[in-house]
């Protein structure tokens, strides 16, 4: 349900988007009014993307319902600064267009800072919580059309030209809101009690264009000077190293093999999770931890033992497919208004239609034997990249991939039998620091 003080409602989880929404409304007032009054041509993806809406009937239908469908009434009519919502897919793709030459950045309008990590998250937010829209983002011709959209938004984050956001002024990543809260985020651990600045935990050089960072991505996949994040017990083969620097989201025991994944408490579903993998099967009734990332942290996943990748490899999935229950198509009755909180706080949810790295590990304790890792794209920061490969013998807190341009969230999962324990928490407001310990096997 739509909080009654929607302008104050913590908008997601992760500081992927601004905590006030009204804040959000109006960058996205702002990027609005940018894209229509460009009058660039339309990248060849997005021109792409426009035939098929206008060649395909089920996705034109779906993308028109999608917008039709999006509340006629205050908050949905139009944002805070009195622009109209997108209400068609002509309007979508002009921002769309706008958006693919765009870093995330930080907003502040009307001295209401925060970050916009999602930008195209951002522009879907309202009608992605439609009925038409839960059918859309579940069709497998639009998420093949939506990741090549955002393959083409990745070679921009890639190109020197994303870099200009790293600048110090109060609205880049190192003016003096960004550069604090990404210092903060950072500061847990053994690092908390330390009066470290950004320069001093990350590789970068202050002194440089930038802080030396050649592009967007080259920022968001940077990585921790050498002491920063040590490697929990690394001669104690029973204890659990963390392999994101991530906020404990849930931990489930004796999870089933297939479950109602899609409901209002997301319950595990483990044979969609792992892909119906052969291996698959040997986790039900096993235990599952999941954690999620914030968009100011460290993106990259480690090793959280020591042993052999017996398998590694990306599933493509969905990318802005939320469940019912958070929109006008809520089974439940009465349920009209949109939940603002969307598909970042459908974690559990994500795990079994996202796109999403599977990564099986044999450890070298026979206690734990075959584990798995599950790297969960979100939204626009979907790219899931493994960097470890099949029979690679790997050690407790070595690097085996990493999220880029971002990522949501991240799963570990042991199977029955596996008598693992002393998990953080979940609800905690500090991160688990990366290569930690995270839990023992007994």
Request: a negative charge.
């Amino acid at each position: 349900m739509l909080p009654k003080d929607h302008t104050h409602h913590l908008h997601h989880l992760g500081n992927w988007m601004p905590a006030n929404h009204e804040a959000h409304r109006e960058w996205l007032g702002g990027v609005i009014d940018e894209a229509d009054s460009s009058d660039k041509e339309f990248h060849p993806v997005i021109q792409e993307f426009k035939t098929l809406i206008e060649t395909n009937t089920r996705v034109y239908l779906l993308l028109e319902g999608m917008f039709e469908e999006v509340p006629n009434k205050k908050p949905y009519r139009e944002d805070p600064t009195g622009h109209p919502e997108i209400r068609d897919y002509n309007h979508f793709l002009r921002v769309l267009n706008h958006l693919l030459t765009t870093a995330p950045s930080w907003t502040d309008k009307a001295h209401r800072v925060g970050l916009v990590g999602l930008p195209i998250n951002a522009v879907l937010d309202w009608p992605m919580g439609t009925p038409s829209g839960y059918a859309l983002f579940l069709d497998p011709e639009i998420n093949t059309m939506l990741k090549k959209i955002l393959n083409a938004w990745g070679d921009f984050l890639r190109s020197p030209a994303s870099a200009d956001v790293l600048n110090t002024t109060k609205t880049g990543w190192f003016g003096e809101t960004g550069c604090r809260d990404l210092t903060v985020a950072a500061k847990v651990g053994p690092t908390a009690a330390k009066t470290l600045e950004f320069h001093e935990m990350f590789h970068c050089d202050p002194s440089a264009a930038n802080y030396g960072f050649k592009s967007w991505n080259d920022f968001f996949t940077r990585t921790f000077r050498d002491g920063m994040r040590p490697v929990a017990e690394p001669d104690n083969s029973r204890v659990i190293a963390n392999a994101c620097e991530s906020k404990p989201y849930r931990l489930a025991h004796n999870v089933k093999g297939r479950d109602k994944f899609w409901i209002k408490s997301q319950p595990y579903s483990v044979l969609d999770m792992l892909a119906h993998d052969p291996y698959a099967e040997q986790f039900i009734g096993g235990t599952v931890y999941q954690a999620f990332l914030s968009a100011l942290s460290y993106h990259r996943w480690h090793a959280p033992v020591s042993g052999k990748v017996v398998k590694a490899f990306v599933k493509d999935g969905t990318y802005y497919s939320e469940p019912l229950f958070e929109g006008v198509g809520n089974p439940q009755p009465h349920s009209q208004d949109i939940d603002m909180a969307g598909q970042v706080t459908s974690q559990g949810y994500i795990t079994a239609t996202a796109t999403r790295a599977i990564i099986f590990i044999e450890a070298d304790d026979p206690a734990i034997s075959l584990m798995a890792f599950i790297g969960v794209g979100m939204a626009e920061v979907s790219t899931c990249v493994i960097t470890v490969k099949e029979g690679q013998h790997i050690t407790k807190g070595d690097e085996i991939g990493m999220f880029q341009f971002g990522g949501s969230t991240h799963v570990l999962l042991f199977r029955p039998g596996v008598n693992v324990s002393g998990f953080p928490e979940p609800g905690m407001e500090e991160n688990t620091p990366v290569r930690s310990r995270l839990a023992v096997v007994s």
